[in-house]
């Protein structure tokens, strides 16, 4: 499995719906509220052999209220 950070930017006032979303969807490994340029963080791990912009945009990008997402792929862990 490959490990991804999202950073998502909300429409005012909808990060805690979409948030909720999120969760019911029972994709990540974890979710934190952030402040900044952005106003979620979202850790998941995309299935091996599956391409990670389409399993983004299947699975999390079809939610109202997000305006942006920054996607930070990870190769090793220390």
Known sequence: MTCVF???RCTP????????DI???EIHSE??????EFDLLLK???PDGA?????????LLDI????????TLTFKAF
């Open 31 to 36: 979710l934190y509220s952030t402040s900044g």
């Open 6 to 8: 999202v950073q998502i």
């Open 13 to 20: 006032g909808t990060a805690y719906k979409v948030a909720d």
């Open 44 to 46: 998941l791990y995309i």
């Open 23 to 25: 969760t019911l969807r």
């Open 51 to 59: 391409d990670v912009g389409k399993y983004i945009n299947d699975n």
């Open 64 to 71: 109202a209220g997000i305006e942006r997402t920054l996607t």
